[in-house]
């Protein structure tokens, strides 16, 4: 997993088959359901999934695997929760998801699942590549400004992007004509 030392981050395809993928929108549209939709600006939120289907994406094996090569050994869970973003929406200024100077060494982790196929243009995830290096926190000027080297993550529904927690990122400004539904999987460093 090169690419998550040297870049900060690793697509892993197909990560949630068929089966899994349908389980999991089933487990966004039950918490849609008992707890309603929130969010500002447009970006629904989701923050209550249960159930099998979601224990699964926290245990699926590449995904552990990735994130235990940033985290190192028996990771501690985070937050698991949707990130939606409207048609017009979702664009966010580029950001490490660690408060402060990154220490020596990573602390956080980050999964963004695609439960939709989402393209370059409807709400990927940039990433500037190595910026989790840089021990440098992230200009905050960023909104729908686009940063050199930056790369937008096309992801087909079921795989995902796993990155160092200290890597620059952000979502994008949805410009298809759909919402763009997404599970966002946090770890942290145990200790």
């Known amino acids: 997993m090169t690419t998550l030392d040297t870049d900060g981050y690793v697509v ?30 447009g970006t629904l939120h989701v923050d209550d ?43 966010q200024a580029l950001h490490a998801d ?6 020596p060494e990573p602390q956080v982790a980050v999964a963004i699942v695609a439960l939709v196929d989402v393209a370059e243009d409807g709400g990927a995830t940039r990433l500037v590549p190595g ?3 840089w ?6 000027d960023t909104v729908d400004r686009t940063w050199p080297g930056e790369v937008r993550v096309a992801l ?13 990122h952000s979502g994008t400004r949805n410009r298809s004509d759909r919402r763009r539904d997404a599970l966002q999987v946090t770890f942290r460093r145990r200790g």
């Open 12 to 41: 892993l395809d197909g990560l949630l088959d068929a089966d899994l993928l349908d389980a999991v929108r089933a487990a966004m549209a039950d918490a849609l359901d008992r707890d309603g939709p929130r969010g500002p600006g």
């Open 49 to 91: 999934l249960r159930g099998p289907a979601v224990e699964a994406v926290w245990t699926a094996p590449r995904l552990v695997a990735a994130v235990e090569h940033v985290l190192g050994p028996d990771p501690v869970r985070g937050a698991l929760h949707v990130r939606a973003p409207q048609p017009g929406f979702g664009a």
């Open 98 to 103: 660690f408060a402060g100077p990154p220490p």
């Open 131 to 133: 910026t989790h290096r």
């Open 135 to 140: 021990r440098r926190t992230a200009p905050g």
């Open 156 to 168: 087909s529904a079921g795989s995902a992007v796993v990155l160092d927690g200290h890597l620059w």
